[in-house]
């Protein structure tokens, strides 16, 4: 095994034991991403060589497989989203709220991924723009960005958003600004209650449109009665929305954002030991006194690829939404307004050139491993052609084929 596991490694390695095992049952959608975090940066998806202008050092390097699912795949992703994003920040406080179902919830979830997560995403926008468009409490018009997380450090399944939100918002009649109290955005119990009910009220429509779909334990959910007997113990529950001290500036949002926008189920990081049979990765127990403090956990290979496929969002699933004034074609103007009212100047465009966008393994190339200068792409190769010796001159886009 390599210094670092990768997740490549334990898919590769108990991968196929673990598809044969699953015949039937298996997904499309799982089998899919499977398939591309094993073909990761290998010769099966092609790649390119680069070569060093200073001593003409060849590289092989391999084309990375863009699976969102994939923590290779992500870094080079996030990057370009953040540097998106980082125009739209306000010189004001901003505040993480995070929205959470709970348990009896998230099992109805996971047989409903598309329909459930959506309505993760409607329930909790509507209820901070609602809440913060009360006079009671901030009398504005909101803007925030969401971002889905379906898994705890021990990747269970626990779906939970993430939201970003503005430390303030527009007056009603959108002539000035109405900025929140520094360390204290909207009161966390209203917001839980509300959430509550709008969540469940929209589950009900879902479950009386038939929507959703159970099967296995939760079959008998099926009758309408036996739903709502269900759903009865979460109605007088205390639903869980957690407000988080605002951030000390910009940079730390972007930061934060980086940490957490395009974040898989677990990172190549966080994996400390793979035998062929058992993995050991590091997570956070939030349980003991000092909390978040980190702890091994071991889990058998074949439990390990289960844990990671709960987390596999339906095709075309957006797990990163905007609201409010950060939502639609008319964010640049509306922030653009907003500045304005607020005194500030627009943030300075960026100079950088536009990034290559053929593949994320091309990002980032590191300098020649001999003298350190730097590489460049000088040819390319087709899926699953090995080159052999050092077949390219360095020319540039030279495509080579078997």
């Known amino acids: 095994m390599p210094a670092t596991i990768e997740l490549a490694n334990v898919f590769r390695a108990a991968g196929p034991a673990y598809r044969a095992d699953g015949t039937g049952h298996l997904d499309l959608a799982a089998l899919k991403v499977m398939a591309a975090i094993e073909q990761c940066r290998t010769a099966s998806l092609g790649g390119h060589v680069e070569g060093c202008d200073a001593c003409g050092h060849l590289r092989v390097a391999y084309n990375s497989c863009r699976n969102r699912h994939c923590p290779r795949c992500q870094g080079a992703a996030a990057r370009d989203w953040l540097a998106a994003r980082e125009a739209d920040l306000l010189p004001i406080g901003y505040f993480h709220v995070v929205f959470t179902l709970p348990a009896e919830i998230a099992a109805i979830a996971f047989q409903n991924k598309a329909a ?3 309505l993760l995403f409607r329930a909790a926008s509507a209820t901070l723009t609602r809440i913060a468009a009360d006079p009671k409490h901030l009398g504005a018009r909101i803007g925030l960005t969401a971002v889905l997380h379906t898994w705890g450090s021990a990747m269970t399944h626990h779906p939970h958003l993430h939201m970003i939100v503005p430390g303030g918002g527009l007056s009603p009649d959108g002539t000035r600004w109405v900025a929140s109290r520094p360390a204290f955005l909207l009161p966390v119990r209203v917001l839980g209650m509300l959430f509550r009910r709008l969540f469940l009220e929209g589950l009900a429509a879902l479950q009386e ?6 099967f296995g334990t939760l079959a008998p ?6 739903f709502v007997r269900a759903l009865a113990p979460v109605r007088g529950k205390r639903w869980v929305v957690y407000a988080k001290p605002p951030f000390a500036g910009p940079k730390a949002v972007l930061a934060y954002l980086a940490r957490y926008t395009h974040r898989v189920v677990i990172s190549s990081r966080r994996i400390l030991a793979f035998d062929g049979a058992n993995v050991s990765f590091r997570v956070k127990d939030y349980r003991r006194a000092e909390a978040g403090q980190a702890r091994v956990t071991t889990l058998s290979a074949t439990e390990f690829i289960r844990r990671f496929l709960l987390h596999v969002l339906p095709r075309g699933f ?5 609201y409010g004034f950060l939502a639609g074609s008319n964010r640049k103007a509306g922030l653009a307004y907003i500045r304005a009212i607020l005194g500030t100047p627009a943030p300075p465009r960026s100079t950088d050139p536009e990034p290559d966008t053929r593949d994320a393994a091309s990002d980032v190339r590191p300098p020649c491993p001999r003298c350190g200068g730097p590489m460049r792409t ?4 087709a899926g699953w052609y090995q ?16």
């Open 318 to 322: 957006h797990r990163i939404r905007h």
């Open 209 to 214: 449109a038939g929507t959703l779909v159970f």
């Open 116 to 118: 459930v997560y959506d």
């Open 387 to 402: 080159p052999r010796g050092p077949p390219f001159h360095p020319a540039p886009n030279r495509v080579c084929t078997p």
């Open 221 to 226: 959910l099926s009758d309408a009665k036996a």
């Open 378 to 381: 000088v040819g390319a190769f």
